[in-house]
T-cell receptor, first 114, second 116 residues
């Protein structure tokens, strides 16, 4: 199935550093979502974006909906150990009475170096 | 009701056996989705229900796979004659209906299937 291009594939950072990752698609979406997944668990929703150009924050996390509607960005400021995990972007094309299925990115694995 | 519940969390089976997984969505969510996730990949859509109606199936869902949601509440996903390539995490998600302005998908913890 289709997967969105997410980069970088992995990141190794020190605690306290800021993190940036992005996601691109060949298709337009009208919703972008960012999830975090820990090993052996399901994805947990972090941020949802509904409008092109929208910038939304959730604590130390900030995400943006690209103006082309084909990309999105996630930033994490001042990383802490519990930020470790895999981050997935997901695009959604919502339409009234339509299928709200998500198309996921390939994931960015975040590791914090002691 | 605190979230989407999936059972079992882990399943180990021999090739050729049938397996069935269960998903209980968030109670007020009438939409239910099944996804499959293999190692190192993002989840991939399999199928979804609105109430008891199965409205779309992915090409990933072969004839050996069947999903039901008989009363519009919990759902089951059955895999018949399992193959080693079926080994994956099977994720269930639920959401409110479209048009509510809040159609975010919430996922369960998944069922990890290993086919030996």
């Amino acid at each position: 199935g289709q997967q969105l291009n997410q980069s970088p594939q992995s990141m190794f950072i020190q605690e306290g550093e800021d993190v940036s990752m992005n996601c691109t698609s060949s298709s337009i979406f009208n919703t972008w979502l960012w999830y975090k997944q820990d090993p052996g668990e399901g994805p947990v929703l972090l941020i949802a974006l509904y409008k092109a150009g929208e910038l939304t924050s959730n604590g130390r996390l900030t995400a943006q909906f690209g103006i082309t509607r084909k990309d999105s960005f996630l930033n994490i400021s001042a990383s802490i150990p519990s930020d470790v995990g895999i981050y997935f972007c997901a695009g959604q094309y919502r339409e009234f009475l339509g299928n709200e299925k998500l198309t996921f990115g390939t994931g960015t694995r975040l590791t914090i170096i002691p | 009701d605190t979230g989407v519940s999936q059972d079992p969390r882990h399943k180990i089976t021999k090739r050729g056996q049938n397996v069935t997984f269960r998903c209980d969505p968030i109670s007020e969510h009438n939409r239910l989705y099944w996804y499959r996730q293999t190692l190192g990949q993002g989840p991939e859509f399999l199928t979804y229900f609105q109430n008891e109606a199965q409205l779309e199936k992915s090409r990933l869902l072969s004839d050996r796979f069947s999903a039901e949601r008989p009363k519009g509440s919990f759902s089951t996903l059955e895999i018949q004659r399992t193959e080693q390539g079926d080994s994956a995490m099977y994720l269930c998600a639920s959401s409110l209906p479209s048009g509510t302005g809040d159609e975010k998908l919430f996922f369960g913890s998944g069922t990890q299937l290993s086919v030996l």
